[in-house]
C-alpha cells in the first residue's frame, strides 16, 4: 500500500474529515450494502453460505471503515478467518488455516530463496500424493476445494512477487490475500495478483471503493439471474437439438452459462472492495469481443494476467532476441499450453483427478492458434485507420459489427465442443446443421443483429472520431457518488421487489411462473432427469460445466441410493430390465420401504380381486413409488385410506417402480398388472418422459440387450445406431425418435388396458420447482396420450400450488416428493377415483376426455 | 544529454498518440490518464512500448518490470526511466 493511497484513505475519514457530507456518504454505503443483502437473500442468489458472508459484511463494514486504517487489514483477517470456522466448523477451518500457514511460512523462512522454493515443492508433492488418495489424509476431505482455490494459483502469483520484490509484504497482508473472505464459498475463485491486491489498497476516495463494490455486486446478481434463466428455458441438451436452430440455441446458450463464472466474479471482487480493495475488473463486455486477442483480454481477465505475468513476459523477454513478432508468437503458444495444463491442473485440486479429455486438448488447442495468429496480426505495425468522412466511420462500424459476429460465432462454435462429453457426441450435433428452416434463419438473424448493434454502440470509441477521448475524459471526471448511489438503491430495490410475492400478485402468471424458477436454484428438466435416473444407475459423471447439477451433487452423501437399490432393486435379463424385488424391506434415510410378495410397494393383495371392490392399479416412477417417505406416507396409500375411511370399498394397488418410463410402464403393465382383475389404471407420466425413454434406450443398446421388441429394433435399426457407437452418439441419434417411441408405448398401455377391459386413466404429474414458460412439451404428452387412445388425460400441473419447493423436496439434495408432496398427491388421486367412480355411475368417458377442470379443484 | 522527465513524457506521449491513438486529441492524454488500467496498452502494445523505451533510452526492463506500477501513466513511465537511467549511472 502506498504512502499516497494510504493518505487518500486516512484524509477522507480522519476525524477532523467526517464532514456531513462524509457521513451521509457512510450511511448511504451502509444502507445499499444492507439492500443487497436483501435481495441476495430475496432473490436466493448465491450460497447460503455466501449470503451469511454477505450479511456480515453488512455488520461488520460500519466498524471495518470507523477503524483507523492501520487496523483496517487486522480486522478483516480476523473476520476472514472467523468466517471460515462459522462455514466450515472447528476441525476442518483448524487444518485448513493450519495448512495455509504452513505454505506462507514456507515462503517466509529465512533461507535461501531457492531453497524456500524447492521446499514448497516437496510440501506441495506430498499434498498431491494425499490429493490423489494414495494416502490417506488425517484431515477432512472437504477442506481440499477450498485449500485448492486459496493457494493453487495465488501462491505462484506471490511467489513470483516475493522472489523479484515486486511488491510489500508483511503478516496480515499474506493473510488477507490467502484467507480473503468470500473464497471459502468458492472453489472457483478469480485469481486475485498480490500486487494488484496491495497496490490498489485503499487508493482511491474509500467512498469510491465502496461504491464501485457495491455497483459490482450489483451487476454480479444481475448476471446471475440472466444465467439462471439461461440455464432453466434456453439450453438444449445435445440429445434434444433439433435442427439448426436447435444447434444455434444450444451454442449460443451453453456459451452464455459462463455468466455464472463471470457473475460470481463480480459478486467476489465487489464485496472485497467493501473492504478496501480496489481491485480492477474481471470480465469486460466479453460476447462484444472483436478478435480473438480481445475476447483473451475480455473474458477472466485475472487469468490472462496472471498468465502474463507469469508466462507470457518470462518468455518473451527470453524469446525476443529471435525477433519480436516470433518471441511473440512463440510466448503465446507456450502461454497456451500451460493455460491447459493449469486447468488439468486446477482440475486435480478441486476434483482429486486430472483432466484430459480430448475435446478440452483440441480447445485448448485451436483457441491457443486462433489467438496466436490474432496476435501475429497485430504485432505487424500497421496504423490503426483514422475515419476522416461519415462513409468511412460507416465502414469501420460495419467492420466492427462483422469481426464481433464472427468472433462470436467462432468462439460459441468451439465453446459447443469444449463442452461436449466427447468429440463422437458433438459430430452428432453437428449433422442437425443439415436441417435449416425459417426459425433458424430468424434466431440467427435476431442474435446477429442485437450483437452486431451492441458491438457498434459499446465500440464507439473504435470508429467513431473522439468517441475514445470523450470515454477517457469521462471515465477522469470526479466521482458522482449520489448518482451511483441512486441507481445502486433503485436497482436492488426493484430486483427485491420482484421476489416478493405480494408484488408478483399483479403481475401477468407467465412472468411470476419464470420468476418463481429463476429465484429457485434447481435443477431444469434436463438435469433433473439426469439425477433421478442416477438413482440405481450407481455412479454419473457430473458435467464439469453444470455447477447447478455438481452442487446438487456434492451436497448428497457419498453412496446416496446405492444400499437401497441393492435391497430393493432386482435386475432382470429381458428388456423391462429392472424391478422392485419381492418381500424385501429396509430402512433408508429414515424411511422404511416394504415390498409385498408380488414386488409392489404396497401391502400384500391376493391376485384376485374380492368381491364389491373396485381395484385400481397405478403405474409410474419413483416419484409414484414413494422414493424418499416411509410406507405409510405414499400418497397411494393414504388416498386408498381415506376412500376406505368413507365407507367406500376401494384397493389401489401401487406398481410405480423408481426409475421407470413409459415402455417399461407399458411392459409391467401386460406382465405383471393385468393378472391382478384391475378396473382401472392409473399411468402417471412426468415433463422430462421422452428423456427418460432415450436414456433407458440407450442403456438397453450400450449393454448389448436383445431388443425383443420388434417396433423399437426397428427404431433402432432406422437410427442407424450399430453395436460400436459412442454412447453419447446413440444417444442423440435414438433422441430423433423420441416422440415415436413414447407414443408407442402410451398406445401400447392404452390398448392393454381396452383389450383387457380396464378403464384407463393417463396423468400428467409435475415435477417438483420446476416451471417453464412454455407448456409445449406438457401439451405434446397431452396430445400423444389422447392420440393412445387413454379414457381420461389429465394434466395435475397445479397439484403443488402454494407450496414452496424447499416445503415440498425430500431434502435439499433430493427433489423428490416427501410427505407433505405426497399428502397432496393423495388428495389428487382420491378426488379421481371419486370422480371417476361419479363418471362411471353415470356412464363411460369418452376416450381422450380431459377431465383436469374438474379434478383440479 | 539527459533528457527531463517532462521531456520524457513528451516523448512518450508523442509516441503513443502516433502508434495506438492516432487522430486524437493530443489533450485527451495526460499525465494521469491511466494507460493499461484505461485499455490503452494491452500486452501486445505494451511490449512494443517497452521496446520503444528501450531503443530510446537505452535502458533495460525486466519481464516483472511490465506492471501497472511502472507503465501505468505517463507520469509512472517517466519515472521508471529516470529511475533505471539513474541505476545505470
Redesign the interface.
Known amino acids: 500500500m502506498s504512502a499516497a493511497s494510504i493518505s487518500k484513505a486516512e484524509a477522507a475519514q480522519s476525524s477532523g474529515n467526517w464532514t456531513k457530507e462524509n457521513l451521509l456518504k457512510f450511511g448511504a454505503v451502509a444502507l445499499q450494502v444492507v439492500l443487497v443483502y436483501v435481495m441476495f437473500k430475496a432473490v436466493r442468489l448465491e450460497s447460503e453460505a455466501f449470503r451469511q458472508i454477505l450479511l456480515t459484511t453488512a455488520v461488520v463494514f460500519p466498524i471495518h471503515h470507523l477503524l483507523p486504517l492501520r487496523f483496517r487489514l487486522p480486522f478483516f483477517v480476523l473476520v476472514s478467518l472467523g468466517t471460515i470456522v462459522s462455514i466450515m466448523g472447528v476441525v476442518s477451518s483448524a487444518w485448513l488455516i493450519g495448512m495455509g500457514l504452513i505454505l506462507i511460512g514456507l515462503c517466509h523462512v529465512p533461507l535461501p530463496i531457492n531453497v524456500r522454493l524447492g521446499s514448497m515443492l516437496l510440501v506441495v508433492a506430498i499434498l498431491a500424493v494425499f490429493r490423489a488418495d494414495w494416502i490417506t489424509a488425517p484431515w477432512p476431505s472437504t477442506i481440499w476445494p477450498i485449500l485448492g482455490a486459496m493457494f493453487m494459483f495465488r501462491m505462484i502469483g506471490y511467489l513470483y512477487d516475493l522472489v523479484h520484490k515486486s511488491a510489500p509484504f508483511s503478516f496480515w497482508r499474506s493473510l488477507a490475500y490467502f484467507f480473503m473472505i468470500p473464497n471459502i464459498c468458492y472453489p472457483l475463485f478469480p485469481v486475485v495478483d498480490y500486487q494488484t491486491y496491495c497496490r490498489t489498497y485503499y487508493n482511491e476516495d474509500p467512498y469510491k471503493i465502496y461504491q464501485t463494490g457495491v455497483k459490482w455486486l450489483i451487476r454480479g446478481a444481475i448476471q446471475l439471474v440472466i444465467y439462471r434463466f439461461i440455464y432453466k428455458f434456453m439450453i438444449v441438451g445435445p440429445a434434444e437439438i433439433e435442427g439448426a436452430s436447435g444447434f444455434f440455441q444450444h451454442m449460443v446458450a451453453t456459451f452464455l452459462l459462463y455468466l455464472q463464472v463471470s457473475g460470481m466474479f463480480h459478486t467476489i471482487i465487489g464485496l472485497l472492495h467493501l473492504f478496501g480493495f480496489n481491485l480492477p475488473e474481471t470480465n469486460h463486455h466479453y460476447v462484444l469481443a472483436s478478435s480473438f486477442t480481445d475476447f483473451w483480454r475480455r473474458i477472466n481477465i485475472y487469468w490472462k494476467d496472471f498468465m502474463m505475468k507469469v508466462f507470457f513476459y518470462p518468455l518473451f523477454f527470453r524469446l525476443r532476441k529471435l525477433g519480436a513478432t516470433q518471441g511473440m508468437i512463440l510466448a503465446t503458444l507456450i502461454a497456451f499450453f500451460a493455460t491447459w495444463l493449469l486447468h488439468a491442473y486446477q482440475w486435480y485440486w478441486l476434483r482429486g483427478a486430472f483432466l484430459f479429455t480430448v475435446p478440452d486438448i483440441i480447445f485448448w488447442l485451436v483457441l491457443g492458434v486462433l489467438v496466436t495468429v490474432s496476435v501475429w496480426n497485430e504485432s505487424r505495425s500497421k496504423k490503426k485507420i483514422v475515419p476522416k468522412t461519415t462513409a468511412e466511420s460507416a465502414k469501420l462500424a460495419a467492420i466492427l459489427a462483422g469481426k464481433t459476429v464472427a468472433t462470436f460465432m467462432t468462439i460459441t462454435f468451439l465453446w459447443s465442443l469444449w463442452t461436449a462429453d466427447s468429440v463422437a457426441e458433438w459430430q452428432a450435433t453437428l449433422l442437425q446443421l443439415r436441417r435449416w428452416d425459417g426459425e433458424a434463419v430468424m434466431k440467427i438473424v435476431l442474435v446477429l443483429g442485437v450483437l452486431s448493434a451492441a458491438a457498434i454502440v459499446v465500440g464507439r470509441d473504435q470508429w467513431m472520431v473522439g468517441a475514445a477521448a470523450k470515454q477517457r475524459a469521462a471515465k477522469m471526471k470526479p466521482f458522482n457518488f449520489w448518482q451511483g448511489a441512486g441507481t445502486n438503491v433503485a436497482t436492488s430495490i426493484f430486483m427485491t421487489a420482484m421476489a416478493v410475492s405480494q408484488v408478483q400478485s399483479y403481475m401477468n402468471p407467465t412472468l411470476v411462473a419464470v420468476l418463481d424458477a429463476i429465484e429457485h436454484p434447481s435443477l431444469n428438466a434436463r438435469d433433473a432427469a439426469v439425477l433421478q435416473r442416477g438413482y440405481y444407475e450407481g455412479l454419473i459423471q457430473v458435467d464439469r460445466f453444470n455447477a447447478e447439477l455438481q452442487a446438487m451433487y456434492n451436497k448428497r452423501p457419498k453412496g446416496y441410493f446405492v444400499e437401497w437399490s441393492a435391497a430393493m432393486i432386482a435386475k432382470r435379463d429381458d428388456f423391462l430390465g429392472v424391478e422392485l424385488t419381492p418381500s424385501a424391506t429396509i430402512t433408508y434415510e429414515g424411511a422404511k420401504y416394504t415390498t409385498n410378495e408380488w414386488g409392489m410397494r404396497d401391502k400384500s393383495y391376493p391376485k384376485e380381486k374380492p368381491a364389491g371392490v373396485r381395484r385400481v392399479g397405478l403405474i409410474g416412477s419413483s416419484h409414484i413409488m414413494g422414493w424418499g417417505v416411509s410406507d405409510d406416507q405414499v400418497c397411494e396409500v393414504l388416498a386408498e385410506d381415506r376412500l376406505n375411511a368413507e365407507g367406500l370399498h376401494y384397493e389401489l394397488l401401487n406398481f410405480a417402480v423408481a426409475g421407470y418410463n413409459s415402455i417399461q410402464m407399458a411392459l409391467r403393465l401386460e406382465q405383471k398388472m393385468l393378472d391382478f382383475q384391475l378396473d382401472d389404471v392409473y399411468l402417471f407420466c412426468h415433463r422430462t418422459e421422452k428423456q427418460w425413454i432415450i436414456t433407458y434406450l440407450v442403456e438397453q443398446v450400450m449393454s448389448g440387450k436383445e431388443i425383443t421388441e420388434p417396433f423399437i429394433r426397428e427404431i433402432v435399426e432406422k437410427a442407424g445406431i450399430t453395436p460400436d457407437m459412442n454412447e453419447a452418439v446413440v444417444k442423440i441419434r435414438l433422441s430423433a425418435y423420441g416422440t415415436e417411441l413414447l407414443k408407442w408405448s402410451l398406445k401400447r398401455s392404452a390398448d392393454a388396458c381396452r383389450a383387457n377391459g380396464m378403464r384407463s386413466v393417463w396423468i400428467f404429474t409435475p415435477d417438483i420447482g420446476r416451471v417453464s414458460t412454455s407448456t409445449r412439451d406438457i401439451d405434446e404428452l397431452k396430445e400423444c396420450a389422447k392420440e393412445a387412445g387413454y379414457d381420461q388425460v389429465l394434466d395435475i400441473s397445479d397439484v403443488f400450488k402454494g407450496h414452496t419447493e424447499k416445503e415440498l423436496m425430500v431434502s435439499e439434495y433430493d427433489d423428490h416428493s416427501n410427505a407433505l408432496a405426497h399428502s397432496l398427491l393423495a388428495d389428487r388421486i382420491y378426488q379421481i377415483v371419486k370422480s371417476n367412480g361419479a363418471t362411471i355411475a353415470g356412464g363411460a368417458a369418452a376416450p381422450g376426455e380431459t377431465a383436469a377442470a374438474t379434478i383440479a379443484q | 544529454m539527459s533528457e527531463s522527465t517532462q521531456d520524457i513524457q513528451a516523448t512518450v506521449k508523442e509516441y503513443l498518440l502516433e502508434?495506438?491513438?492516432?487522430?486524437?486529441?493530443p489533450d485527451?492524454l495526460?499525465e494521469d490518464?491511466?494507460l493499461i488500467?484505461?485499455g490503452i496498452l494491452?500486452?501486445?502494445s505494451t511490449?512494443?512500448l517497452v521496446?520503444f523505451l528501450e531503443e530510446k533510452y537505452g535502458v533495460e526492463?525486466?519481464?516483472?518490470?511490465?506492471?501497472?506500477?511502472n507503465l501505468e501513466t505517463l507520469a509512472d513511465i517517466a519515472n521508471t526511466i529516470q529511475t533505471k537511467r539513474a541505476a545505470k549511472g
Request: charge should be negative.
Open positions: 502508434a495506438f491513438l492516432p487522430g486524437e486529441d485527451s495526460a490518464t491511466p488500467s484505461g494491452d500486452s501486445i511490449v512494443k521496446t526492463f525486466q519481464a516483472h518490470e511490465i506492471s501497472s506500477d
